[in-house]
Nanobody
């Protein structure tokens, strides 16, 4: 068990960028691959990016080439750099281990206007 605190969301125009941050407790961050998930309004939560402890990253097809996940072990933090944002990227974004091992945080809202 541990805690997750997401931040960095906001309102941005299509084509813009945002950088999300997730501070994770050490027990989660040290022993697991980490992932960013998102839940659009009225839809199920989906995994969009993961990063293993060795730095290997994987992305959903919908964000490949536009999003970049990274992790800072010294800060127990995982980031999601989101570029070339589209309205369909609008969602609440969450982080968690991959696979999920602890309760979800509050998430951070990302809204992309057209």
């Amino acid at each position: 068990q541990g805690q997750l605190v997401e931040s960095g969301g906001g309102l941005v125009q299509a084509g813009g960028s945002l950088r999300l941050s997730c501070a994770a407790s050490g027990s989660i961050f040290s022993f697991n691959a980490m992932g960013w998930y998102r839940q659009p309004p009225g839809k199920q939560r989906e995994l969009v990016a993961t990063i293993r402890r060795n730095g290997y990253a994987n992305y959903a097809d919908s964000v490949k080439g536009r999003f970049t996940i990274s992790r800072d072990a010294a800060k127990n933090t995982v980031y999601l750099q989101m570029d070339s944002l589209k309205p369909e990227d609008s969602a609440v974004y969450y982080c968690n281990a991959d696979p999920v091992v602890t309760a979800w945080g509050r998430g951070t809202q990302v809204t992309v206007s057209s």
